[in-house]
Nanobody, 122 residues
Framework: QVQLVESGGGLVQAGDSLTLSCVAS????????LAWFRQAPGKEREFVAR????????YYVDSVKGRFTISRDNAKNTVYLRMNSLTPEDTAVYYC???????????????WGQGTQVTVSS
């Protein structure tokens, strides 16, 4: 079956950096667009970044532009999210997801990881 497994979350201070990883199995990784979403307590899950199958097309939510970088390694079935200049507003559970569509909509993603917690203290 399809599995997406995130790692790399943790507790950091404002201004610090983290890199999240998501390893996929059970699917033809190179055929899927990948995305990162996040969900803070009491809030809806929101789009963060997405990357196309080849990596040529990338899109970010405005709040992370210039601070976060999404990338993928199709040989390793892995997608990454490098997060710099973290703020307390970035605190959330971060999820990776896979879709045949280059989309920013939660409902367009077919497969999801279990999430990894990122907590940024002030």
């Amino acid at each position: 079956q399809v599995q997406l497994v995130e790692s790399g979350g943790g507790l950091v201070q404002a201004g610090d950096s983290l890199t999240l990883s998501c390893v996929a199995s059970g699917l033809t990784f190179s055929r899927y667009a990948l995305a990162w979403f996040r969900q803070a307590p009491g809030k809806e899950r929101e789009f963060v970044a997405r990357i196309s199958t080849s990596g040529a097309s990338i899109y970010y939510v405005d709040s992370v532009k210039g601070r976060f970088t999404i990338s993928r390694d199709n040989a390793k079935n892995t997608v990454y999210l490098r997060m710099n200049s973290l703020t307390p507003e970035d605190t959330a559970v971060y999820y990776c997801a896979a879709s045949y569509r280059n989309s920013i909509s939660v409902t367009d993603y077919d497969y999801w990881g279990q999430g990894t917690q990122v907590t940024v203290s002030s």
